[in-house]
């Protein structure tokens, strides 16, 4: 109950192109949805969070969907650039868990010139 | 302000030894969070610390441990290695934790051989 399930594991996006990652989770108690991006040698940055109580969030290129019903939430990157290629994670936290972040297992988003 | 900062960046160990990581938060952060990466496992939350308290504990034998000091720097400790336990081990800091945005430092990689 406390797995978060990501896919795909990896995509290959052209520059200019739609990249969509998506995740799924089960705990009903959960009700924060982060998204972190990581470079090789680098800590996660958050990217983009969004609460049950809306179904979308959108900061510049980036769009958070969330179905709450499905239990599932997605990340969309709009015109996809060579910099955004990383790993995305995404995660879930519930507040009785303080600082105890689930992640998913990550998608490995190559973007090509 | 300077970011979230880890040290040693890279160590490498023998079975059984023991082995200690520090992190420095961000100034005027009072929570930090360890995490172990993996790419088996990816991420996973091993404990946070408020106010030199363990408020929240993950999933890991007893062999992972740590503190935080007056100053809100970490240490966590593992003792009696195993080879599983090598990893990226990150820490992440929050202003008080909650749904504060954490701040992850470029973490720790730990080979055990």
Not at chain 1, 20 to 41: K, L, V
Not at chain 1, 56 to 73: C, D
């Amino acid at each position: 109950q406390q797995q978060v399930k990501q896919s795909p594991q990896s995509l290959i996006v052209q520059k200019g192109g739609i990249s969509i990652i998506n995740c799924a989770y089960e705990n009903t108690a959960f009700d924060y949805f982060p998204w972190y991006q990581q470079f090789p040698g680098k800590g996660p940055a958050l990217l983009i969070a969004i609460r049950p109580d809306v179904s979308e969030k959108k900061e510049g290129r980036f769009t958070i969907s969330f179905n709450k019903s499905a239990k599932q939430f997605s990340l969309h990157i709009m015109d996809s650039q060579p910099g955004d290629s990383a790993t995305y994670f995404c995660a879930a936290r519930s507040d009785n868990y303080g600082q105890n972040f689930v992640f998913g297992p990550g998608t490995r988003l190559s973007v090509l010139p | 302000k300077a970011g979230v900062t880890q040290t040693p960046r890279y160590l490498i160990k023998t079975r059984g030894q023991q082995v200690t990581l520090s992190c420095s938060p961000i100034s005027g952060h009072r929570s930090v969070s360890w995490y172990q990466q993996t790419p088996g496992q990816g991420l996973q939350f091993l404990f946070e610390y408020f106010s030199e308290t363990q408020r929240n504990k993950g999933n890991f034998p007893g062999r992972f441990s740590g503190r935080q000091f007056s100053n809100s720097r970490s240490e966590m400790n593992v003792s009696t290695l195993e080879l599983g336990d090598s990893a990226l081990y990150l820490c992440a800091s929050s202003l008080e934790g909650g749904l504060n945005i954490q701040y992850f430092g470029a973490g720790t990689r730990l080979s055990v051989l």
